[in-house]
Nanobody
């Protein structure tokens, strides 16, 4: 069974940093693409970043240059390093993967950036 569990969220001042982690109980970090999404209160869920099994990375324009996605295959964990955080980054952050045509989501971790 695939289970994704995020951690690392919290309250931070604008300009600060946080590092989110997502642990994959399905042991698929090394062979499946992994993604980060976020959803602000009252807003639609939006894509943030992707890392492939070949370590190619992509970012949404709003976070490019500030966020870094990476993974540790031995620990079955994908990370999102967030720097220079802005109030508009405030959202629940989710990790996601698609396997055998099915989408899997973590429970989310809250990131709040104060101004």
């Amino acid at each position: 069974q695939v289970q994704l569990v995020e951690s690392g969220g919290g309250l931070v001042q604008a300009g600060g940093s946080l590092r989110l982690a997502c642990v994959d109980s399905g042991s698929g970090i090394s062979i499946y693409d992994m993604h980060w999404f976020r959803q602000a209160l009252g807003k639609r869920r939006e894509w943030v970043a992707t890392i492939t099994s070949g370590d190619s990375v992509r970012y949404d324009t709003s976070v490019k240059g500030r966020f870094t996605i990476s993974r540790d295959n031995d620990r079955q964990t994908v990370y999102l390093e967030m720097n220079n955080l802005k109030p508009e980054d405030t959202a629940v952050y989710y990790c996601q993967t698609n396997r055998r045509g099915n989408d899997y989501w973590g429970q989310g971790t809250q990131v709040t950036v104060s101004s």
